[in-house]
């Protein structure tokens, strides 16, 4: 196993010694900076602006969603909305944010409709591995989690929502636990609270490394509890309006049945997630195969702004090796624990406790200068010197802290108690997204949204633990939100669609989907080539989509000749 | 050693796949998504169980799509798993609340099914007799590392609900914990510090303000 690489294994083994205790340099301040600039991908230029919309000609998008806000919609030109649902609430998406929210509407007398374009709880929340933050240890304070988080998210930030997040931290872990999720407790019965990259002091609290799947699990047994209405493998394709700028339902693709639902609600709630799979630049991703940023395309058609929409998170440690877990999450909590980054020659060339950005792109410095390893199919990686943990945190730590880790890496015949592992940054977090407020209002009245799909709350680069954090706090305030502020039910029409439409007609190289062009949103990864099928009920539902048109992961690893 | 090409059957199909390509990937790559429902790609939402066999006499079994490699000769039918209502949690799992909320817990006949579905190797069936026992804390260790892909019980002949059952004792324990004390934090005046300035001022704070939580002296 890994022969290729057992020369700079052995460095990394000869050097682990002299490592104990000495973390790799601090890279900070302007250095950092000039670092960012110079490696990070979203200082790299493959962005553009788009042409309609809220944020036309104002800001640069990366290249794979500008194209999806001018795509098209799959909502047929002689569609008409004719309401097949009506409920008072209605949530897209079935991850953390969703859910909570759900929950959070539990006993209110409204109907609540939580729809999901795959299953219940198949989300970027069920893959969150290290953990969530709240400010309860030792010399810790809201305060302190806030400036962590905001010098970490570049100060870009919007204040008042940190401050919220962070003040809300306590009380969150504190309901989570009433729902039923277990957190690790020291021996004296004190949560566990580990430091994470750009935290001052030890502030995440985990579910060994499954806290999202502890979150989720809990969180989607309490909703199956509820009385919520769940319609899974419902894609949500469009919104409807009033026709005076007020979201008042929405258009989904029942994927069973292959038809359109036209749904009546009175207030609607984004928690669509994320676009890791929209593969940006070609970097491999650690999010579900739903992460095509959905909701900014739908946000976007009805008037919304879109935040910072050029910022992503790479997060540093992407699996490399095997081909089978390329772009797959390794927690952050390993560096946490103790694991350093090394390069080929088994030099610490970091601190591992860096930022995200500020490590992602000193990786990607180090693999571009040539000191990284390379896979037999291609990929390039440095290593993430698991074995150091046993040596400083005693011989079975990793089996019994980390047990998701060790038995996805098991399965290829790799144990990373004896043998490091490559890593290389990986498409992890939309930092970005839809402009709303403390109450998850977005600007178009009726519409709220909360988690992944939201912007401003962590700046340009977000700190291990505080999405985990955001979908539990943002979630139930935006539900707390619409009880208070529920409108009427209105008209359902599709005339925000109309005018967007009539605005991409305008914009060179357009083409309808009907006439074969480009529709959004996405839905699936290009890779999986599942379509939406434009003609409902025409093409039978086992049709595939054509070949991928642009590479999808670079380098293709099975590329023949 | 991941080199060539593997043929496998998907619900009877002949697919031709790469070597060292996960079963989903290769059912991507083959432009067959559609017969088989998918999640997370990781590992950890369960969605894309599936059941495997060997013409030859391997042994087969079941296991998750995104996670297995595609061998020569692998048979392969997708093996979704329905979820099943869920039971309210008590506030500290008992013999009896346990037994009220799953009475077919006794009806186990130790076959082991549960413990070979399972693809997490969570030792299942060793935990439901922890369960008739009473030990939680083993039970919640267990359980742990359970995705809920739901095969164990889908296996289970005599109806039992192993990884509900242990999702159940996990809340129950979680009930019965200290929560997080409400405890008073005003700290009103480095707020008001914090957020003096513009954005340059702030960072410049904010900085400070980490090296040992406080506002400088």
């Known amino acids: ?561 | 050693m991941q080199s060539g090409t593997v043929r496998f059957k998907f619900s009877g199909e002949p697919i031709e796949a790469r070597a060292g390509e996960t079963l989903l990937g290769a059912l991507w790559a083959a432009g067959r998504a559609e017969g088989l429902q998918a999640g997370c790609d990781g590992g950890v939402c369960g969605a894309c169980t599936v059941t495997v066999r060997f013409d030859d006499g391997r042994p087969g079994g079941t296991d998750l799509a995104c996670m297995r490699l595609v061998e020569a000769g692998m048979e392969v039918f997708p093996c979704p798993v329905e979820p099943v209502a869920a039971k309210a949690p008590a506030c500290g799992p008992s013999p009896e609340s346990l037994r009220a909320a799953y009475p077919t817990l006794d009806r186990c006949t130790q076959c082991r099914s549960c413990t070979t579905a399972c693809p997490m190797d969570i030792p299942v069936m060793d935990s439901v007799l922890r369960m008739q026992r009473g030990e939680w804390q083993a039970v919640a260790e267990d359980f742990t590392t359970c995705i809920h892909c739901g095969l164990c019980r889908l296996v289970c002949e005599d109806k039992v609900q192993p990884h509900n059952m242990g999702l159940w004792v996990r809340r129950s324990m979680a009930l019965a914990e200290e929560t997080v004390p409400a405890a008073p934090d005003p700290g009103a005046g480095e707020w008001a510090w914090l957020l003096d300035g513009d954005r340059e001022e702030r960072l410049r704070r904010a900085t400070e303000f980490r090296r040992d939580g406080k506002v400088p002296a």
């Open chain 1, 1 to 561: 196993m890994m022969d290729w690489a057992a020369e700079s294994m052995a460095q990394v083994a000869a050097t682990r010694e002299a490592r104990v205790g000495r973390p790799g340099p601090k890279i900070e301040g302007e250095e950092a900076e000039r670092l960012l600039e110079e490696y990070h991908p979203d200082h790299s230029g493959k962005e553009r602006s788009v042409g309609v919309g809220k944020n036309a000609g104002a800001d640069r998008f990366p290249l794979e969603l500008a194209a999806l806000l001018e795509a098209d919609s799959p909502v047929p030109e002689n569609f008409e909305a004719r309401v097949d649902l009506e409920t008072d609430v209605l949530i897209i998406g079935g991850g953390g944010a969703g859910v909570s929210a759900a929950l959070a509407l539990q006993g209110s007398g409204l109907a609540v409709h939580l729809v999901t374009k795959l299953r219940l709880g198949d989300s970027n929340t069920v893959m969150a591995e290290g953990g969530i933050q709240a400010a309860l240890g030792e010399g810790d304070s809201p305060r302190r989690h806030f400036a962590d988080a905001f010098v970490g998210g570049h100060g870009d930030n919007d204040c008042g929502l940190l401050r919220i997040l962070c003040e809300s931290g306590p009380e969150a872990v504190g309901w989570l636990i009433g729902q039923g999720c277990l957190f690790d407790r020291n021996p004296d019965g004190t949560f566990r609270l580990r430091p994470g990259g750009g935290t001052s002091v030890p502030r995440v609290l985990a579910c060994r490394d499954f806290t999202g799947l502890e979150i989720m699990r809990v969180l989607k047994e309490a909703l199956r509890q509820s009385a919520t209405a769940v319609l899974e493998e419902h894609a949500a394709v469009e919104f409807t309006d009033d026709g005076a700028g007020q979201v008042t339902g929405a258009v989904l693709w029942d994927r069973k049945s292959n038809a359109l639902v036209t749904v009546s609600a009175r207030a609607l709630l984004l928690a669509t997630g994320g676009s890791g799979q929209l593969r940006l630049q070609g970097f491999p991703t650690s999010n579900h195969i739903g992460a095509t940023g959905d909701g900014l395309v739908l946000a976007y058609r009805q008037g919304c702004g879109i935040l910072f929409p050029n910022s992503h998170q790479y997060h540093p440690s992407g699996g490399v090796f095997p081909e089978a877990l390329a772009g797959s999450l390794v927690t952050e909590a390993i560096r946490s624990t103790g694991a350093q980054v090394v390069n080929r020659e088994g030099h610490a060339f970091v601190n591992e406790l860096a930022y995200r950005d500020v490590l992602a792109a000193a990786i990607l410095r180090e693999v571009s200068e040539g000191r990284g390893v390379r896979t037999p199919t291609g990929r390039k990686g440095v290593w993430l010197d698991t074995p150091l943990i046993e040596k400083t945190q005693g011989a079975g730590t990793l089996k019994s802290q980390f047990p998701g880790l060790v038995h996805r890496y098991a399965r290829y015949g790799i144990d990373p108690a004896v043998c490091p592992l490559l890593i290389y940054p990986t498409l992890h977090y939309q930092n970005g997204g839809i402009a709303v407020d403390g109450w998850g209002k977005t600007e178009a009245p009726g519409l709220w949204a909360a988690g992944e799909v939201t912007g401003g709350l962590h700046g340009s680069n977000r700190l291990m633990g505080n999405s985990l954090l955001d979908i539990t706090v943002f979630g139930r305030r935006a539900a707390a939100s619409i009880l208070k502020e529920i409108s009427e039910r209105k008209a359902v029409t599709l005339k925000g669609l109309t005018r967007y439409r009539a605005v991409l007609k305008t914009l060179p190289g357009f083409q309808a989907a009907e006439a074969g062009g480009k529709s959004a949103p996405g839905l699936f990864p290009e890779a999986s080539r599942l379509k939406f099928h434009r003609a409902p009920g025409k093409l039978p539902p086992m049709a595939a989509g054509p070949e991928p048109q642009t590479p999808f992961e670079p380098p293709d690893p099975f590329a023949r000749g």
